[in-house]
């Protein structure tokens, strides 16, 4: 769980769920991936949570990864500018939020989903936080728009 964020700004998180393996010197040994514990969202996704939990056996049994340190360090990518705009805007956002100005977080949640229109840790973490349903209309409407992008996203994909 990462309720201030501090994850997915560190690690370049874009989605949830997000999954990073982290071994014991703090070494990353895959990096972010869409994965699931259960095959609730298998429709809806394409994601097999079978191929997650033998990915992350295969790791904690044989100590074997799928990439190489090389690719790991290639596949994520940094923020953008704006995607760092749009983190930032975010906190201020739920600063705002919890000292009551919802109308200045509500004004600062816009901008960052402006900034970062298919960053689900912002737009899909700000849905419940402004009293909307984080899988109605508005969640539809943002998994529309991230398919007709062509899904960006930062981490592996295909998985």
């Not at 014991?24 to 994601?47: C, K, M, Q, Y």
């Not at 975010?90 to 977080?105: K, Y």
């Not at 901008?111 to 970062?116: E, G, P």
Request: aromatic letters at 8%; glycine letters at 6%; hydrophobic letters at 35%.
């Amino acid at each position: 769980m990462d309720p201030d964020h501090l994850l997915t700004e560190l690690y370049a998180i874009s989605n949830v769920p997000t999954v990073v393996m982290i071994d014991e010197n703090d070494r990353i040994v895959h990096p972010n991936w869409s994965a699931f514990g259960t095959d609730l969202f298998r429709e809806f996704t394409g994601i097999d949570s079978d191929k997650q939990h033998d990915r992350v056996r295969a790791w904690v049994r044989d100590d074997t990864t799928e990439l190489t340190a090389d690719e790991i360090r290639e596949s994520v990518g940094d923020l953008s500018a704006d995607e760092e705009q749009a983190r930032l805007r975010f906190r201020i956002a739920n600063e705002l939020r919890h000292r009551n100005d919802q109308s200045g977080a509500a004004r600062n949640y816009a901008i960052a989903d402006d900034l970062a229109p298919h960053d689900w840790t912002i737009r899909r973490a700000a849905m419940p936080l402004q009293g909307q349903d984080p899988f109605g209309e508005n969640f539809m409407r943002i998994y529309e728009e991230a398919e007709a992008a062509g899904r960006p996203y930062h981490g592996v994909t295909g998985y």
